[in-house]
């Protein structure tokens, strides 16, 4: 199998001033994570924590049903939720990319299998240390709420809109979403990366591989977007995407 060549560098070594807080202060995801909203003295207890973890192209971070003892912030590639069902079929939940903290559950295990879709590295946190630390700092404990909360919203919002979507329609709003995602790590576009094979896309969005590369091609008779690599699309008309929900 081959792996898409993406390469996100959002993990850079920290300046020469960074002076006694490290890398955790400048890292150049801070303003996407968890940590985004902490003071100097709540980041320098989240670093005395934390390692770097790093994964090459197809690597397995864990298995649905492993033990869950790590949580993670992803600072550079992406990651692949995959949740295998009982019958054997597979369904993609979700990507993570830089900034995107992965992990978080009230459950014992994971509840997914987690895979790396390119070069990929991860700041690593205890998930027994982190619980220690939000005890001691209410302020970081709050932050993980927020997340998990914002997540199951965004989950849930998107499982709705799916359900009613045209394939079309799917694909363009998966395409806008990834857009702003990448946006937000500091890619405005129009070029938007896209980690994941195409069955990747299928699995995700309940559809086939085919209509995944049907529904592209009409994107781009239309004039909404240009396919200029297998792993890149252009977003020429936003709002024509965008007006795709509303038609």
């Known amino acids: 199998m081959s792996w898409p060549p993406f390469d996100s560098p959002c993990l850079a070594p920290p ?11 400048h890292c150049q995801v801070r303003h996407l994570a968890v940590c985004s909203a902490l003071s100097p003295e709540e980041i320098q207890a ?14 397995v971070l864990a298995r649905q049903g492993d033990t869950r003892r790590h949580v993670y912030t992803v600072t550079r590639g992406a990651l692949r939720l995959v949740r295998v069902s009982a019958d054997g079929r597979r369904q993609v939940a979700g990507f993570a990319l830089p900034g995107d903290f992965v992990g978080l559950s009230g459950a014992p295990t994971h509840q997914h299998d987690i895979e790396a879709l390119a070069a990929t590295e991860l700041c690593r946190f205890g998930a027994d240390a982190m619980q220690r630390l939000g005890t001691r700092y209410p302020h970081l404990q709050a932050k993980l709420l927020e997340r998990a909360c914002v ?5 849930r919002e998107q499982m709705m809109s799916l359900a009613r979507m045209t394939p079309i329609e799917r694909m363009g709003d998966f395409l806008l979403r990834l857009a702003a995602r990448q946006a937000r790590a500091g890619n405005p576009g129009p070029a938007v990366a896209l980690p ?15 209509t995944v590369s049907r529904s592209l091609t009409a994107l781009r008779t239309r004039g909404l977007i240009a396919l200029p690599g297998t792993y890149v699309v252009e977003i020429l008309d936003p709002a024509g995407l965008k007006a795709l929900e509303a038609a």
């Open 196 to 210: 994941m094979p195409r069955a990747d896309i299928a699995d995700h969005l309940g559809l086939t591989v085919e």
């Open 15 to 25: 300046p020469d001033d960074a002076g006694p807080l490290g890398p955790c202060l």
């Open 46 to 59: 989240l670093e005395t924590v934390a390692s770097v973890q790093a994964l090459e192209p197809g690597a």
């Open 151 to 155: 997540e199951l919203d965004t989950a």
